[in-house]
Structures are given as structure tokens and as C-alpha cells.
């Protein structure tokens, strides 16, 4: 159960996408996800779905592991497809009762599956291709200019770096202290709902104490390595944009700049 | 003696399908005799955990059947909790699995869930205390207050106080200080002479494992490679330093002699063994 989830997780790799700097990789992203949703022809989705495509290809991440990240948000694309199939108007293909069937109703639920879809696929790909670090990295560099407006960037990116990190440890944990309690009997399976609350308390409370222990832990060995902040610090890794940034970025605007101008004209 | 949980051919992959796909343990096959002290040893990385968690079906094989007494233990998964009630497993570092408010409600925890009376899961509680070393007057302490080897007694009492079949520790004394090791060493060995219920313990450390246990079973790279007596695991010492294992510090030293020429039983593996062994060597006359 806890080993299917997939956030953040990061298959390392030589590729062409794991190569390219992460501030690229984000702005491809955004720039993807807004060429999602200015899509709305089969034309300018074709290219989006090329895109994607191309994209999986050039990383060799493995297809199954990017369905595979589809999983816990199937019902909600699932529930925006029924409702766009029954509450668009248009011309009407079959009624029965309340509900009716129109053509634009197909059109739209199978967009809107499509691009929500495709956007978490997109996303997933980025973090597949990306280290955490790498990640937090490059939104630091991205959001470096609202420092300026007294932004604490540099503290937002230790932070979400620290929790990206630290998703994994707690995963782990949770399963060793689920398997202990379960070694001792506890049911976390049957019973009403508050049973099956009360049957949480023993995977918190020890949950809780080992992290804010780590917490602890880990302040204290910053500490000792004279962390005092984002204040005059240098990175042993600096970003730089190398000409394969330049190429993939041109690239994806071209392709997002197609895009809108086939919506302009309304293909 | 017969077997009470027996493996056939058990082979567990983690992470199939992804880039990470690994067997942790790899056609494996052993048999654990009813009322033994077994010991299984293995570097880190050699299947031990992944072994053990399937003895009391916490694990469920990719491949393979775990018998206890003549049943899989899969045969029915809704009966598995059964199982566990009978193969009682304490993981390592178990202290960091304590919630309750009192030490009694924490070893208390086991024993409610199998539906136990109160008056039977209050002896219960008192004897698992009593076996681990715990003072009657810490049970209505927090588990909290106390000291790590403290909680350790206390996570033990709490599958011990379950009364299963076949109690599994993994690393007991992972993480104690000499003292704290030896005396948690002697409370498991007195439980299982005074129960005369099988114990396995995993351990990487061979001293511990030799003072301690019947028979020894190797782990290295997911599977099996020597079992026997601790006399015949330590006879083939090259081949678990080979393996990438120690062998106790006193066999060490009968292998140096050995090498330098005396003519030595190699496979010695306490104090007075090798005492015995050197007194042999001149004559009967005792060393000191």
C-alpha cells in the first residue's frame, strides 16, 4: 500500500531530460501545462501528446511507472469525464431521464481526461528525471528574484527540500512500525470507521516522536556544520544553462507558440 | 524433534517491475525444530529482516510456502493475524514502537488484541516483565521515561506477553552497552530454558550467536549457505570470512594458532572450550 506511492520519487539516469538543467526542466513544465490547457483542438493535442511522448522516449523512464502515477488520481479524472460528458450542451446524441449526451459533451470529457492526464504524466516526468535536490535547486535559482521583495526563498527551498527528503525516512518508517504493531496483532483492515481510527494511535504516536526526534537530530547536526541560513552561501553545484538547455527550451516555445496560434484560429 | 515452521523455496522480490527490483532472498529452504535456540547470522544486506518478517506472515512470498507445524500459512490469508499470535516477532530497535501511556498498557497491547480476559492478560503482562528484568514498579511508568535498554525490555515483554510458539528477535541487543547486552543475552536464554519455546535469534555478531544458540543457519547474498552447529559452522571459518563474516574473536585466535603450527581444534568458540582445547594440548594439566 505505501510502497505504491510514487511522489517525488526520482529514477536516476544519463538521459538527454536528466542532463538538461533543472530550471529548464521546470520552465518546460509550466510552459507544458499552459500549452495543455490553451490545447483544444486534436490537432494542437496531437502535438501536446508528441511532446509527452518524445519526452518519455528521450528520458527512458519506463511507461508502466508513469501509468503507474496515475492511479490515485484515476477518480478524479474519471469524475470530471462523467460530468463533462452529461453537463455540456450542445447538440444531443442520447437523453434518457435527466441526463443527456452530447457531441460536444464526448469532445470535452475525453479532453478533459485526456489533459488532466497528460499534465500529471508531465509533472511526474519531471520529478522522475530530477533529483529532489536538483528540483529545489532550481525553483531557489527560479524564485531568486523575489528575494528582492524580502521573499524568503532560500529558506522555502531548505524547507521543501528537508520535506522532499525526508518523505522517503518517513514512508519507511511508517511500514516498520505498521509491521511491528501488526507483528503484535493490530488490525488496521476491519472494524467501523472509529475502530479503525483508534487503530492509527499506535502508528502515530510512535510516528511522531521518531520524527520530531530526527527533526532534532538533524538541527543539531546543521548546527554543527555552521548552517546560519542562505546569507553569503555558496553551492558546490552551481546551475548553468549549457546549449541542450537553449535547443530543448527554443524547442518547446516554438511548439507552445504553434499551439496557441492553432486556438487562435480555433483548430 | 520436528520442525515447527518450515521454508520451502522462498524467494521475495521488492520492487518488481521498476528499476529497483532486487531479490532479498532467494530460494530459500530451512526448517526450525521445535523447542531450538537457532541462530541465523548474515552481513547486513543478506536477507535476514526480509527473512524473518515472512516466518510470521508480515511478508507474503513472491514465491515459495512457509509451514507452521503442517499448515501454510497463507492457506488462508483472513487467519493470518493467527499466525502472528504464534510466531511472535520483536524487530530491531523495537523501543521506537511504544505508545502507550503506562509500560503495563504498551506489553498489555499483544494480548488484548487476541481477545485475552483481563486477569489472563494481567499475568501475563506481569510474567513477560518478570522474564525480560523489569521492575514491578515500573509499569505505571511511561514508556518514555525510561532508559533505552529500559524500552528495549519493555518491546520485548510486549511479544513475549503474546506467549507465542516461536519467539523471533532480530539484533535484541543491537545498540546496548556490554552490560545491558549480556543481561538481555541471559533473559532471553533463561526464558527460553524456563518456556521451552523455540527462540531464533538474528544477529550479525558471531560471539553473541555463539554463546547462545543450537544450530546456526548462514545467510549471505539471499540464501542459505552453511547450517549446522555452532562447532561445525566455526569448523569451516575461512569460508565465512569468505562470505564477508567474523568468527568469534576465540576462534580467531585458534586459527592463528593453528596457522603458526599448533595442532589445535580450529573450530572452538568460547572461552572454556579453548581453555579445554590448550589444557589438552599440554597434557591434561589445567591453564589458568
Redesign the interface.
Known amino acids: 500500500m505505501l510502497?505504491d506511492i510514487t511522489l517525488g520519487q526520482f529514477?536516476p539516469g544519463t538521459s538527454l531530460a536528466h542532463r538538461l538543467d533543472p530550471r529548464s526542466k521546470i520552465i518546460i513544465t509550466v510552459v507544458y501545462i499552459v500549452g495543455l490547457f490553451c490545447a483544444e483542438s486534436f490537432v494542437s493535442y496531437g502535438l501536446m501528446a508528441a511532446l509527452l511522448v518524445t519526452g518519455v522516449k528521450v528520458s527512458g523512464v519506463?511507461p508502466?511507472?508513469l501509468v503507474k502515477g496515475l492511479k490515485p488520481v484515476l477518480f478524479i479524472i474519471c469524475f470530471t469525464a462523467v460530468l463533462n460528458l452529461f453537463y455540456t450542451p450542445g447538440e444531443i446524441l442520447a437523453q434518457f431521464w435527466v441526463f443527456k449526451i452530447t457531441k460536444e459533451g464526448i469532445f470535452t470529457a475525453f479532453f478533459m481526461a485526456l489533459r488532466i492526464s497528460m499534465l500529471i504524466m508531465g509533472t511526474f516526468l519531471l520529478t522522475y528525471t530530477t533529483s529532489p535536490i536538483a528540483l529545489t535547486d532550481g525553483l531557489e535559482s527560479l524564485l531568486g528574484p523575489l528575494k528582492k521583495m524580502k521573499v524568503p526563498v532560500h529558506e522555502l527551498s531548505m524547507m521543501m527540500s528537508i520535506a522532499l527528503r525526508f518523505i522517503p525516512t518517513l514512508i519507511e518508517e511508517t511500514d516498520?512500525?505498521m509491521?511491528?504493531?501488526?507483528?503484535?496483532?493490530?488490525?488496521f483492515e476491519s472494524g467501523s470507521l472509529l475502530d479503525r481510527a483508534k487503530a492509527l494511535?499506535?502508528i502515530l504516536?510512535?510516528l511522531f516522536?521518531?520524527a520530531f526526534r530526527r527533526a532534532d537530530e538533524l538541527a543539531v547536526a546543521m548546527e554543527c556544520r555552521c548552517y546560519h541560513g542562505g546569507e553569503g552561501r555558496t553551492k558546490l553545484h552551481v546551475l548553468r544553462y549549457h546549449a541542450r538547455d537553449y535547443l530543448v527550451m527554443g524547442a518547446y516555445a516554438a511548439i507552445l507558440a504553434s499551439v496557441l496560434t492553432l486556438a487562435h484560429f480555433g483548430l | 524433534m520436528k520442525p515447527i515452521i518450515r521454508v520451502d523455496n522462498l524467494t521475495h522480490t521488492y520492487g518488481q517491475d521498476t528499476p529497483f527490483c532486487r531479490s532479498a532472498v532467494d530460494g530459500v529452504s530451512l526448517e526450525i525444530m521445535e523447542g531450538e535456540f537457532l541462530g541465523i547470522i548474515g552481513h547486513t544486506g543478506s536477507g535476514k529482516s526480509t527473512l524473518i518478517q515472512h516466518l510470521n506472515g508480515l511478508l507474503r512470498p513472491t514465491s515459495g510456502t512457509v509451514y507452521l507445524g503442517d499448515r501454510d500459512i497463507w492457506a488462508d490469508p483472513k487467519k493470518i493475524r493467527e499466525v502472528r499470535f504464534q510466531v511472535g516477532l520483536v524487530f530491531q530497535y523495537p523501543e521506537y514502537q511504544l505508545f502507550e501511556e503506562t509500560v503495563y498498557k504498551d506489553i498489555a497491547f499483544g494480548p488484548k488484541n487476541m481477545g485475552l480476559s483481563e486477569q489472563e492478560i494481567d499475568r501475563r503482562v506481569r510474567d513477560a516483565a518478570a522474564f525480560v528484568g523489569l521492575d514491578e514498579g515500573l509499569l505505571d511508568k511511561s514508556p518514555f521515561e525510561l532508559s533505552g535498554g529500559q524500552k528495549r525490555r519493555v518491546a520485548i515483554a510486549g511479544v513475549i506477553a503474546m506467549e507465542p510458539k516461536v519467539l523471533i528477535l532480530d539484533e535484541p541487543s543491537a545498540g546496548l552497552d556490554p552490560a545491558g547486552r549480556r543481561s538481555l543475552l541471559e533473559n532471553i536464554r533463561a526464558y527460553h530454558r524456563e518456556r521451552g519455546t523455540t527462540v531464533v535469534m538474528v544477529s550479525h555478531s558471531m560471539d553473541e550467536v555463539a554463546e547462545n544458540v543450537d544450530r546456526i543457519i548462514v545467510l549471505a547474498d539471499a540464501g542459505v549457505v552453511m547450517s549446522g552447529t555452532p562447532h561445525q559452522v566455526f569448523s569451516r571459518a575461512e569460508e565465512l570470512v569468505a562470505v564477508g563474516l567474523n568468527v568469534p574473536q576465540v576462534t580467531r585466535v585458534a586459527m592463528e594458532l593453528r596457522r603458526r603450527g599448533v595442532a589445535i581444534d580450529p573450530a572452538v568458540y568460547t572461552v572454556a572450550e579453548l581453555r579445554r582445547a590448550l589444557s589438552a594440548l599440554k597434557g591434561g594439566t589445567a591453564v589458568c
Open positions: 510502497k529514477f519506463a508502466k511507472a516498520k512500525i509491521s511491528a504493531q501488526k507483528a503484535r496483532g493490530a488490525d494511535v499506535p504516536v510512535p516522536i521518531s
